[in-house]
Nanobody, 123 residues
């Protein structure tokens, strides 16, 4: 059974940094697209950054130059390095993975979500 587990969230002052991790478990054959989304209170979930294996990363305009997404295929882990954090970055951050895995029904490519990790930036 594929699972995504996020970690690294917490409380930080404005201008500080945090690194989020997303570890994928299960019989994973390939990480195709790894992404981070966030959802602030009362708002919709939005894409923060994504990276396709073998291609470049994409970022929301609001985080360009401050956040960096990366992935370690050997560790089946994605990261989101967040620098120069602002109060408006406060949200629950969710990991999303488009990956190929071997499960009971065979090999398939599916989309998975983690449960989220809270990031709070104080002013």
């Amino acid at each position: 059974q594929v699972q995504l587990v996020e970690s690294g969230g917490g409380l930080v002052q404005a201008g500080g940094s945090l690194t989020l991790s997303c570890a994928a478990s299960g019989t994973i054959l390939s990480l195709n697209i790894m992404a981070w989304y966030r959802q602030a209170p009362g708002k919709q979930r939005v894409l923060v950054a994504d990276v396709t294996t073998g291609s470049s990363a994409n970022y929301a305009d609001s985080v360009k130059g401050r956040f960096t997404i990366s992935q370690d295929n050997a560790k089946k882990t994605a990261y989101l390095q967040m620098n120069s954090l602002k109060p408006e970055d406060t949200a629950v951050y969710y990991c999303n993975a488009d990956l190929t895995a071997a499960q009971d029904m065979g090999i398939s490519r599916n989309d998975y979500w983690g449960k989220g990790t809270q990031v709070t930036v104080s002013s």
